[in-house]
């Protein structure tokens, strides 16, 4: 079954060293790993590990100081920020610990956001932005302002705007960090549902071992290194699907 | 990213700071209308020099003279002859002269547009008690026409070359007559001489010389007492029209034909030498009258120095007010930019203020943009966000600077109205506004550059790391 399945993003032997003062922090100490396309997978470890560090070098948000970045067959540490910025853009979309929503904005528009800076016209990502927070479950939200929503609706908002540029690959750094424990788990299943009804890859970076487990694989991290990769595939079946 | 919806984008972050765009904007305003008004003093002083300049004889004349070697051949009738210092040319070489031959050489130079022959002479005119000394000038009719005179109803210029008309100006009468009891003018008590160009009889004497001996009881070399000379009733073919004191350059003056005056004149004087004409060394007179002045009219501004120095090369005098204007212009361009220097120093303010006001625009959204440049906002597009919210502020203080500049123009015109300048004082040019509007523009763009090329090198990280 391994072999069937495509590489989307490839790390390998990848360093990130970060010298404070005189001292030198190696946050990511030779990483490799694969992911395949259609899988959930979360990265864990402790406070200070690397996680962070990890998702943002595979996400191109930040250069590695060694070592390689493939995604979809192109070197991510090889491009400029322009590059990189066009590269996400067209095949990224990003959930945030702290939702990041622009205050300014209502549900709808700040759902559109990403298709504006794709020169979708008005009417038309509008329309799409509707959709998706209807999928998101907020179709009666459409009009607030972030203010004007709780966390867990926040982060809807949040996940609906990651998700609505199709993207094949969502990144999310803590998304259920600054969530009471039901409302996460909520936040998870809508996460897993909508990733797996598009055959979309998703990497989360959680501290937390139970919200780890919605994933197929997890990574352990400590210090900047993979210790331990489990893989729940075989384990859950597909009993949640 | 569409440029609508990049300009939405600015506008709705300038509409989010309302209070803080408005101050800046307000900075913008008032640097704006400063330099506005300050320029518009500078060229409503330019106008009114023009206007000034239009008003003594134009900016395209040139006067040209003889030169009867080593000195000025500005003759002057009346036996007063004033011999103006030698400008530096042709010392006591061959004499330059005006003949017709010399006028028709002269309209022969590029750029010329005409040249106008002036025989001037100085001629005493008396009727009843009033007694008065002019000057006379006969000239063509085209030149005439040229000057635009205004004149009085039932009034027209001296077509005729044979017969001598003569058209007065308005203020002949005001000036030079007086009364020959009291010898006091009109300027010196108020009342004005009783005189009637059009309707009553003048007398003119040519030869003033004979006229003063003989009045005077004086004699000659010989012993003989002078005779008075002959006088002449001239018929007048009008007045200029215009008051008592509307004075202009060509108020004081009697105007004729030119070929009319040259009969007249060969006609009183008949081998003698009119006064104010040159001599021969036996101190005959010559055959021919030669002119005294002759005003070259230039078809563009741009050509006067070209075609003056021309004239000049060819020995004669030649001056115009192009020298004065250029002196003139230059020292109201030093006016202007000192004025201008301190209108662009509070634009200067209200630039520093743009900048101020979107760099702390700028920290304030560390967030936000690093949010839009992870979700795929492109660096030029942050780039030119930033410098779009700018321009507005530049753009809409400019536009509201300019509605004060025009409010603030209109209130010193009114105060000064009549005090100095006939065309006022402040003139806003309609290029000074599209200027105005285009540079405000401009300054907000340049002060914004900085602050937006360091938002579009903002980490995209700061968007992810939580505060
Ligand atoms: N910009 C930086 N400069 C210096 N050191 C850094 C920088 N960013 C991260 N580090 C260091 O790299 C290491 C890994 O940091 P990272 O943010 O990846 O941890 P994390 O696993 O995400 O932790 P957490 O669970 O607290 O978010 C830490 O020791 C941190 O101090
Ligand atoms: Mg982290």
């Known amino acids: 079954?391994?072999?069937?399945?495509?590489?989307?993003?490839?790390?390998?032997?990848?360093?990130?060293?970060?010298?404070?003062?005189?001292?030198?922090?190696?946050?990511?100490?030779?990483?490799?790993?694969?992911?395949?396309?259609?899988?959930?997978?979360?990265?864990?470890?402790?406070?200070?590990?690397?996680?962070?560090?990890?998702?943002?070098?595979?996400?191109?948000?930040?250069?590695?100081?060694?070592?390689?970045?493939?995604?979809?067959?192109?070197?991510?540490?090889?491009?400029?920020?322009?590059?990189?910025?066009?590269?996400?853009?067209?095949?990224?979309?990003?959930?945030?610990?702290?939702?990041?929503?622009?205050?300014?904005?209502?549900?709808?528009?700040?759902?559109?956001?990403?298709?504006?800076?794709?020169?979708?016209?008005?009417?038309?990502?509008?329309?799409?932005?509707?959709?998706?927070?209807?999928?998101?479950?907020?179709?009666?939200?459409?009009?607030?302002?972030p203010n004007e929503m709780s966390g867990g609706q926040q982060q809807r908002v949040g996940v609906a705007r990651a998700l609505v540029v199709d993207p094949e690959i969502i990144f999310a750094d803590e998304p259920t960090g600054n969530l009471d424990s039901n409302t996460s788990a909520e936040v998870m299943g809508l996460m897993k549902k909508i990733v797996r009804e598009q055959n979309q890859t998703l990497v989360m970076v959680t501290h937390d071992n139970h919200l780890a487990g919605f994933a197929d694989r997890i990574f352990h991290i400590i210090d900047g290194k993979i210790v331990k990769i489990e893989d729940n595939t075989g384990k859950r079946g597909d009993e949640d699907l | 990213m569409k440029f609508r919806d990049l300009l939405g984008m600015s506008i709705s972050s300038l509409w989010r700071r309302k209070l803080r765009t408005i101050l800046t904007i307000l900075g913008v305003v008032i640097g704006t209308a400063s330099i506005v008004v300050m320029i518009s003093l500078g060229l409503g002083l330019d106008k009114a020099q023009m206007a000034q300049i239009e008003q003594y004889g134009g900016l395209t004349t040139i006067n040209v003279r003889g030169n009867e070697g080593g000195s000025s051949g500005y003759y002057m009738g009346g036996g007063v002859s004033v011999a103006v210092e030698d400008v530096g040319s042709s010392d006591s070489s061959e004499p330059t002269r005006l003949d017709d031959a010399a006028i028709e050489v002269l309209s022969q130079i590029e750029n010329v547009e005409s040249v106008a022959p002036m025989l001037q002479t100085y001629v005493i005119g008396r009727q009843g008690i009033y007694e008065g000394q002019f000057n006379l000038i006969g000239t063509t009719v085209e030149a005439l026409e040229n000057m635009h005179l205004e004149l009085t109803e039932g009034s027209s210029l001296p077509t005729s070359e044979t017969e001598l008309k003569i058209l007065y100006g308005n203020t002949v009468v005001s000036d030079n007559f007086y009364n020959s009891r009291n010898n006091?003018?009109?300027?010196?008590?108020?009342?004005?001489?009783?005189?009637?160009?059009?309707?009553?009889?003048?007398?003119?004497?040519?030869?003033?010389?004979?006229?003063?001996n003989s009045k005077w009881g004086g004699t000659d070399e010989n012993g003989n007492p002078y005779k008075a000379p002959k006088k002449y009733v001239v018929e007048s073919c009008g007045v200029m029209a215009g008051g008592p004191e509307d004075y202009s350059s060509s108020s004081y003056n009697a105007y004729c034909n030119v070929e009319a005056l040259k009969v007249q004149l060969k006609k009183i004087f008949k081998g003698r030498v009119i006064p104010g004409q040159p001599q021969t060394k036996a101190g005959k007179p010559y055959k021919e009258i030669y002119y005294n002045q002759a005003e070259v009219k230039v078809t563009d501004m741009k050509y006067m120095e070209e075609v003056q120095e021309i004239i000049r090369g060819m020995g004669y005098y030649a001056d115009s007010n192009i020298e004065w204007i250029t002196q003139m212009r230059e020292s109201s361009r030093s006016v202007q930019a000192a004025l201008g220097g301190i209108g662009a120093v509070s634009l200067f303010v209200a630039a520093i203020g743009i900048a101020n006001t979107m760099m702390m625009s700028i920290y304030e959204r560390t967030k936000e943009i690093g949010v839009i440049k992870v979700l795929g906002c492109e660096l030029p597009n942050i780039r030119n966000m930033f410098l779009a919210e700018a321009a507005f502020i530049g753009l809409i203080g400019g536009a509201i600077g300019l509605v004060l500049s025009y409010i603030i123009s209109a209130v010193i015109n009114m105060v000064t109205k009549g005090m100095m300048y006939e065309t006022g004082v402040s003139y806003i040019p309609v290029w000074l506004t599209l200027t105005a509007l285009l540079f405000a523009m401009i300054v907000g763009m340049v002060s914004g550059l900085f602050p937006a090329l360091r938002a579009m090198r903002l980490s995209p990280l700061a968007a992810i790391r939580n505060e």
């Open chain 1, 1 to 145: 079954m391994a072999q069937e399945r495509k590489a989307v993003i490839q790390a390998k032997n990848l360093y990130k060293i970060y010298s404070v003062g005189e001292s030198k922090v190696r946050a990511l100490n030779g990483v490799n790993l694969t992911i395949y396309k259609g899988e959930f997978c979360s990265i864990v470890g402790t406070s200070g590990s690397g996680k962070s560090t990890m998702l943002n070098m595979l996400a191109g948000l930040e250069k590695p100081t060694k070592g390689e970045v493939i995604i979809g067959g192109e070197h991510l540490e090889k491009m400029n920020e322009n590059q990189l910025v066009r590269f996400r853009r067209e095949h990224v979309g990003f959930i945030f610990q702290s939702f990041n929503l622009l205050g300014t904005l209502d549900a709808r528009e700040n759902v559109a956001l990403p298709l504006t800076f794709r020169g979708m016209p008005k009417k038309e990502r509008l329309a799409k932005a509707d959709a998706m927070l209807n999928l998101v479950g907020l179709p009666k939200h459409k009009d607030h302002r």
């Open chain 2, 184 to 212: 006091e003018y009109y300027w010196e008590n108020g009342n004005m001489p009783d005189v009637d160009l059009v309707n009553d009889p003048l007398f003119l004497i040519f030869d003033s010389d004979a006229y003063w």
